[in-house]
């Protein structure tokens, strides 16, 4: 391999590392956002969010154009943030709408700041990352589980945890490790523990699943891709478990930096009218606590894989859909990185 070749790989994992472009991420829980501005880190970004005055979300650059104080420190004047060190105002789309220590100030007027499209659907804030700042966003599309609200009723579950998101995806497009790592769980206990694993395409994804065993453990993930990479995937549930059938999940990973992540599950089930009230009852009470202790199974382990883990790995036929993942991340990279290219090119 030449030095070159090295330099290039080596370039597309590290901007594979800080999230992939061209996607909207879940970035907050909603009721994390009220009257005050709240900073984040997320694709490496610092960004701050707040709420105008009819509840409306807004995302910038944390970062006052006048001397480099965290916006995400300063005042929510609705429809713009100020600047906790001189006032500068600052508007949702980042212009500087008013600085008030000094008249006619030349700042006034100049967009000086990336912002963020910003939408908020069922129960989270997300932001739409362009390769480019001036990037229109793509188009959100959610699974049916989750847009179809009459039918399915969803608590959504999220948390940080210490290590990349690839880690993170990666793990919930292993269904074999259910049967293991979970085999003492309320809902993962069962089926076997010797499988072969196949591959199906869909029209936004692929599903990946064990050959032969469906509706008895975590048998199967599907990954999908509608704006925002989705996975989603069933388990099946014993009937004292309360009504509505198998037990849905579908999840979404947003990277912080390159050694965080923040994992969001919307845990779901196909329940409505008087069921809907016993399962969201049950599942306050009673399973809750259950599922938190099979997520903190899956963060021990990721957060304690060994060093350059994925560089001394040996996959075998078991992984095939983490290995297609990367592949289908790797060349999305590749052709974001291409178009950043041609873009400082022609600058």
């Known amino acids: 391999m030449t030095a070159n070749t090295t330099s290039s790989a080596q370039n597309l994992q590290d901007y594979l590392d800080q999230g992939l472009r061209g996607l909207w991420y879940p970035v907050l829980a909603s009721w994390e956002v009220g009257n005050n501005p709240v900073g984040i880190t997320r694709l490496e970004q610092q960004i701050v969010v707040w709420r105008d ?4 979300i807004h ?65 989270a804030v997300f932001l739409y990352f362009g390769v480019t ?46 049967t293991y790592l979970h085999s003492s769980s309320h809902s993962m206990a069962e089926g076997d523990r010797k499988a072969d694993m196949a591959l199906e395409p869909t029209d936004c994804g692929f599903i990946f699943k064990k050959n032969g065993q469906i509706g008895v453990n975590f048998d199967w993930v599907e990954f999908g891709s509608s704006g925002a990479y989705w996975m989603r995937l069933s388990i099946p549930y014993k009937k004292r478990f309360g009504p509505g059938g198998h037990f849905w999940i579908i999840g979404m990973v947003v990277p912080e930096d390159k050694d965080h992540c923040r994992v969001f599950f919307w845990r779901i089930r196909r329940v409505k009218d008087w069921q809907r009230d016993i399962w969201r009852f049950m599942y306050r009470n009673r399973l809750e606590s259950l599922h938190w202790d099979v997520l903190e199974q899956d963060r021990i382990v990721l957060e304690n894989m060994a060093p350059n883990a994925r560089g001394r790995e040996y996959l075998y036929q078991h992984d095939v859909g983490l290995s297609r993942l990367r592949r289908m991340m790797q060349k999305e990279a590749q052709k974001q990185l ?8 022609a600058q």
């Open 53 to 56: 005055a009819e509840g409306a």
């Open 133 to 178: 700042a001036e990037e229109e966003p793509a188009e959100l599309t959610f699974p049916q589980e989750l847009a179809d609200d009459v039918s399915y009723s969803n608590f959504l579950c999220t948390a940080s945890w210490d290590c990349n998101y690839q880690y993170a995806l990666e793990n919930v497009m292993d269904p074999m490790h259910g």
């Open 59 to 123: 995302a910038l650059e944390d970062r006052c154009p006048h001397r480099g104080a965290r916006l995400s420190m300063g005042w929510n004047l609705g429809d713009r943030i100020a600047c906790w060190y001189h006032g500068v105002e600052v508007g949702g789309d980042g212009t500087v709408k008013d600085v008030p220590a000094v008249d006619k100030c030349p700042l006034v007027g100049q967009k000086c700041l990336r912002s963020y499209p910003a939408k908020e659907a069922y129960g």
């Open 338 to 345: 291409a178009m950043l290219g041609e873009r400082e090119a």
